[in-house]
């Protein structure tokens, strides 16, 4: 969609994450944030997949959106950072990281 703000494209990536669907997640990172999430992807292997998300927060700095968020499987809730910004003209995720495992 065309007229897909940053919002709209955050909760359209955690319901594709929730659903198991990465390759539609990893489709909206920019090299760098993909450099990024190859980085933490080792520290996930046979954590449990989430079941459910939420959106804490949403700043605009500087022309990006940066979103504040966290997953839940029931067991265990992480908190996570995503930043969102145009890249050749598309929203795309040039920041991500995790900022607590609880």
């Not at 449990?48 to 804490?56: A, F, K, L, V």
């Amino acid at each position: 969609m065309a007229n897909e703000t940053p919002a709209d494209k955050m909760r359209a990536l955690c319901e594709a994450l929730l659903l198991g669907d990465f390759m539609t997640a990893m489709a909206e990172l920019s090299p760098q944030a993909m450099a990024e999430a190859m980085t933490m992807a080792g520290s996930f292997t046979g954590a449990p997949m989430p079941t459910s998300y939420g959106i804490d927060s949403e700043e605009v700095v500087g022309g990006e959106h940066a979103f504040k968020l966290h997953f839940s499987s029931g067991e265990r809730e992480m908190r996570a950072n995503c930043t969102w910004g145009q890249v050749e003209g598309e929203w795309k995720i040039v920041k991500i990281g995790v900022d607590s495992v609880t």
